[in-house]
């Protein structure tokens, strides 16, 4: 059975850092394009970073914060690295992955038959 587990997020100040981190099982993201997504309340789920196979990366445009996302084939897990936190990037923020045939575009993933985790929250105080 396929599944995504995130930890790491958290309570930061504006200006802090996390680390989310991805463990999937049922699956090896090393044949899947995985990803992080974002969402708030009153809002749709919105891409924030993603990689391919072969690690190639994509970054949403509208996140004001630094972000590095990254895997590790061997443990089957991802991870996203965010530094200099701000207020507005505070939500639920959900890992993401594609088996099989897909693609990135604008932080996000291209593809069908999306596999979600259950989301870690990131609440980051001004």
């Known amino acids: 059975r396929l599944s995504l587990l995130e930890s790491g997020g958290g309570s930061v100040q504006a200006g802090g850092s996390l680390r989310l981190s991805c463990a999937a099982s049922?699956?090896?993201?090393?044949?899947?394009?995985v990803g992080w997504y974002y969402q708030t309340p009153g809002k749709e789920r919105e891409p924030v970073a993603a990689?391919?196979?072969?690690?190639?990366?994509t970054y949403s445009d509208a996140i004001n914060a630094q972000l590095t996302i990254s895997k590790d084939n061997e443990k089957n897990t991802v991870y996203l690295e965010m530094n200099n936190l701000k207020p507005e990037n505070t939500g639920l923020y959900y890992c993401?992955?594609?088996?099989?045939?897909?693609?990135?575009?604008?932080?996000?993933?291209?593809?069908?038959?999306?596999?979600w985790g259950q989301g870690t929250q990131v609440t980051v105080s001004s």
């Open positions: 993401a992955a594609v088996v099989g045939l897909c693609g990135l575009w604008e932080g996000g993933i291209l593809g069908e038959d999306f596999n």
């Open positions: 049922g699956f090896t993201i090393r044949s899947s394009c």
């Open positions: 990689l391919d196979q072969d690690a190639r990366t």
